[in-house]
């Protein structure tokens, strides 16, 4: 069973996703931001997209400005100027609330063509079970792949896991 995340593509080659670069950044504390509905998670879906969200102690949370290569040198050479536009990108939709950046990075990101993960027996490797749970929501795809998985194992049927096979 392979669960390496972004390290599999070097055995499937890039037989299941390409992979981008991602940057983020966490803000010191701020007060209450007005105009923010309930704190809530904002995801401009625009490319290219923007996320904002608050943690329990008032910081901020802004990510995007992903590009198009994966190179860990290169790739962090761009933090500051990358969070220097995500506090911009933060400042359009907040002008009164400057926002102090506590610590920025960036971090490798998978994406499929339709946004889904890939899991389960790859045709190349039929005694092999991947869990490649690649996306913006990858967090709760591995959920879902620890199930359909566990499924596989126990030989119990998983409803879902055509889904998410490869070559669908
Ligand atoms: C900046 C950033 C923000 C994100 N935000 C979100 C979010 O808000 N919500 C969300 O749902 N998803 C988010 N994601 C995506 C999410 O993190 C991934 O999609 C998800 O973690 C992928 O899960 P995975 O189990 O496939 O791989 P991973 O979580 O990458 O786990 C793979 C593990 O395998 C280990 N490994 C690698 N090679 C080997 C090896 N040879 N032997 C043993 N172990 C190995 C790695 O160290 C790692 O621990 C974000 C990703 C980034 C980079």
Known sequence: MIAAGFESEALLNAGAGTLKSTYALISEPLPKISGWHRQCLIWESGTP?????????????????????????????????????????????????????????AGTFGETKDGLPYIGVHPRFPHVCFALCYGGNGITFSVIAAEILRDDFIRRTNRDAHLFRFGR
């Open 49 to 105: 997209y923007l996320y904002l969200r608050t943690t329990t102690e008032g910081r901020v949370i802004v990510g995007g400005e992903d590009e198009d290569f994966v190179n860990a040198k290169r790739r962090d050479a761009l933090i500051s100027q990358k969070a220097r536009t995500l506090v911009k990108k933060f400042g359009r939709l907040f002008p009164d609330r400057p926002l102090e950046v506590a610590y920025a990075w």
